[in-house]
């Protein structure tokens, strides 16, 4: 049974720091390209970062981009997302993802990131 479990989310003041963390089950991880979406209250969800098996290509949704880093350890079966300088407008649900051509994306339950004073 595959499972994605995502963990690290809660309250942060803004220009603060978060680091989320997801660990994988019941596939192979380390063939999969590992990603983070968020979605907001009354938004589509959008990607935050991606990073391939190799870990030797990454990709940024616009807004995080020199803020959000996102890596992975094969070994472990986890992938990370370390958020900083967050803001008001990072607030979301996040949702780790497994990702692999011609099979459906693999999804955790999202873990909620709220960003406020």
């Known amino acids: 049974q595959v499972q994605l479990v995502e963990s690290g989310g809660g309250l942060v003041q803004p220009g603060g720091s978060l680091r989320l963390s997801c660990v994988g089950s019941g596939f192979t991880f380390s063939r999969y390209t590992m990603a983070w979406y968020r979605q907001a209250p009354g938004k589509e969800r959008e990607l935050v970062a991606a990073?391939?098996?190799?870990?030797?290509?990454?990709i940024y949704g616009d807004s995080m981009k020199g803020r959000f880093t996102i890596s992975r350890d094969n070994a472990k079966n986890m992938v990370y997302l370390q958020m900083n300088s967050l803001k008001p407008e990072d607030t979301a649900v996040y949702y780790c993802?497994?990702?692999?051509?011609?099979?459906?994306?693999?999804w955790g339950q999202g873990t909620q990131v709220t960003v406020s004073s």
């Open positions: 993802s497994a990702l692999r051509p011609g099979v459906p994306n693999y």
């Open positions: 990073l391939n098996s190799a870990r030797d290509y990454t």
